[in-house]
């Protein structure tokens, strides 16, 4: 009977490397193989966390996994059993995910000390750390808590994760979370100041190493609130793109990185202007191009190619608001998908006259009962014989 790993990366989280005998190993999915240790510096997937990553043996480790106490490493060969084995993970992303799972109990943990918001959901991934609260918080209260975190991180407070016996855990009132693996012992993790839960993950000796916490959103979700967060390298490398980016549109407003968005909003206004200013003029053209248009047989027709919905509408509109009872059907051609239309009137309903006209000449779309726009795949000929003009 297998007996279970023993856990190397709880005794030492900077351990990279290791020598184990194997164990097992077994066929597992996709012509891989799923290797059981009697010792490893992997971490497992679980509470949250993604596994460790790295070679075993020489081959590369895609996946680790535990189950009843077990960790199985998942590789492209087979490992013969008995046989010692070098194990090495990928350093720089166990840290990474150290500093994000750090940051996370500091985060997660302030936000319950100072505002009773239970941590309910928590994803950390190569990409984000999304952290999810059972109570709204707003600007104000995020603000407080990500100056809390950082302070803890500029305090180097030790962090401390152990098993305590049944009689320390009678008088320990500590967060619930995962803690354990599949029916082991609860695991506690104690940042004093800031957090004690109960976790499986790996954490950092010392909230300094953390280096930084940023909020990077937050929002109303399932009646709590959503964040997400970066911590470490993570942080710095957001700060670089956003200082990136200001940069960037700084040098475009030729403005100052701190007036960008001052300039922004100024650019903004006079666009509005721009656009109140040209559709006022194509308005002004509209009547001017519509003036000499009359109706015949009770439609007011006509067709221009190569116009957008948008300008469409606005003919048809033009038509109505002369106020007599045709029906101003408006039309335009381009090279690639047929005639457009917009059709409306003050007296027929456009919904029941528009399923007619689609049926009728291999159309779609729709609208209110005073306008309607869509397409339809007849030709001019045809669409004239339709209204009759």
Known sequence: ????????????????????????CEPYKNDTYSVVLNATVFYPEGGGQPCDKGTLGGLPVSFVYVRDGVIYHVVPQPLEVGQTVNGE????????????HTGEHITTGLAFRMFEANNVGFHLSEATVMLDVDKVLGEEEILLIENMANDAIYKNIPVRAWYPNDAEMQTLAYRSKEGRI?????????????????????????????????????????????????????????YRTQQGQVKRIS??????????????????????????ELSALKNELI???????AAQNGVTF?????????????MALALLERGDDSVCAVFSADETDGYKYAVGSNKTDMRTYGKEMNTALNG???GSKELIQGSVGAGLEEIKAFFGV
């Not at 009977?1 to 097992?24: G, H, N, P, R």
């Not at 475009?252 to 001052?262: G, M, Q, R």
């Open 1 to 24: 009977m297998i007996t279970a790993t023993e856990k190397l990366f709880e005794q030492d989280v900077f351990l990279t490397k290791c020598q184990a005998t194997v164990l097992s």
């Open 89 to 100: 993970i990928d350093p720089l992303r166990r840290l990474d995910f150290m500093q994000q």
């Open 182 to 238: 599949h029916g082991e012992d609860v695991r506690i993790v104690e940042i004093p100041e800031c957090d004690l839960c109960a976790c499986c993950g790996t954490h950092l000796p010392y909230t300094g190493q953390v280096g930084a916490i940023k909020i990077l959103d937050f929002y109303k979700h399932r009646g709590g609130t959503r964040i997400i967060m970066a911590a470490g390298k993570r942080a710095l490398e957001d």
């Open 251 to 276: 040098a475009l407003l030729s403005a100052k990185p701190e007036l960008v968005a001052d300039a922004t909003e100024r650019i903004l206004q006079e666009q509005e202007n721009l656009r109140l």
């Open 287 to 293: 009547t001017l191009k519509l003036k000499d248009v």
């Open 302 to 314: 006509y067709t221009e190619a190569n116009q957008t919905p948008d300008t469409l509408r606005r």
């Open 364 to 366: 779609k779309g729709g």
